[in-house]
Each structure stands twice: as C-alpha cells, then as structure tokens.
C-alpha cells in the first residue's frame, strides 16, 4: 500500500496579512519555545517544526485572531488531552466498525499496535451496534 501523504498547509493560510503572520509567529514561539521537541505538549511532538505554522493559525482562527483567547484554548487543549491520557490511547480497531478503511492496513502504514478491545468505549460500541449494523460511512 503505498504511503498517503496527508496535507498539513491550509491553502486560506496564504492570504494571512502581515500583521497574522507575525501573530502566528510569536504563538509558535510561546508554545513550542525551542527546536528541542521534548519540550513541546506530547501531541505535537512528532509534528515537523513547519507544520507548527498550521497549528497557529488553526487556533488563531478559531478564536478570531485574539492572541490570549487562542493561546487559552490551546493550553486548556493541551491540559484537557493530558488529564485524559489522550496521547497515548491505541486507536484502533476502532470500537464502531467503519466502512471505507482497512483498519489492518491503516496500522500497518502507521506501525501502530492494536488495542485491548476491553475499553469502556468497546462496551459502548457493542451496545450500538445492532443500530448501525453497516457501521460508520467516511468518504
């Protein structure tokens, strides 16, 4: 299966003015404050310091470019992931059947383990089943 590359560049972050450019560049600077990756919160560790651009300019825009707002979100985001343990459960196999993926080759491509199917949200998903017995459509 050959290797999918998934786009981290929004093509809108092209139109960014001057003045949100530098925005995006003093949220970089706070939150991910050296080249040093094992200083950043655990989601972003594996992101390629380019990719961090994207990163500012989702959290900006979603707080409609008020720097403190964005940089709230992002440290109650990053708090909210961590008190949950977020970073580090398994993802697959997904607990609600999925049709449009092979969940054996999504593992595979992204050399993940699969999950214990002994979580809470497997007993969940058991429970819901019977109503979406074609399971969840992705396109």
């Given at each position: 299966m050959p290797k999918v590359e998934v786009p981290t560049v929004l093509p809108e972050m092209d139109e960014c003015t001057p003045e949100q450019i530098e925005q995006k560049k003093e949220f970089i600077a706070k939150h991910f404050p050296s080249e040093n990756e094992s200083t950043w919160p655990p989601a972003y560790r594996d992101y390629p310091v380019a990719d961090l651009d994207s990163v500012?300019?989702?959290?900006?825009?979603?707080?409609?470019?008020?720097?403190?707002?964005?940089?709230?979100?992002?440290?109650?985001?990053?708090?909210?992931?961590?008190?949950?343990?977020?970073?580090?459960?398994?993802?697959?196999?997904?607990?609600?059947?999925?049709?449009?993926?092979?969940?054996?080759?999504?593992?595979?491509?992204?050399?993940?383990?699969?999950?214990?199917?002994?979580?809470e949200v497997d007993k969940l998903g058991r429970a819901i089943r019977p109503y979406y017995h074609s399971g969840f459509h992705y396109c």
């Amino acid at each position: 299966m050959p290797k999918v590359e998934v786009p981290t560049v929004l093509p809108e972050m092209d139109e960014c003015t001057p003045e949100q450019i530098e925005q995006k560049k003093e949220f970089i600077a706070k939150h991910f404050p050296s080249e040093n990756e094992s200083t950043w919160p655990p989601a972003y560790r594996d992101y390629p310091v380019a990719d961090l651009d994207s990163v500012a300019y989702k959290f900006l825009t979603a707080r409609k470019w008020v720097m403190e707002d964005a940089s709230l979100m992002f440290t109650e985001t990053v708090k909210y992931r961590a008190e949950r343990n977020l970073d580090n459960i398994a993802l697959f196999p997904s607990a609600i059947p999925m049709r449009g993926f092979d969940q054996q080759a999504i593992m595979k491509q992204f050399n993940l383990e699969p999950r214990a199917e002994t979580e809470e949200v497997d007993k969940l998903g058991r429970a819901i089943r019977p109503y979406y017995h074609s399971g969840f459509h992705y396109c």
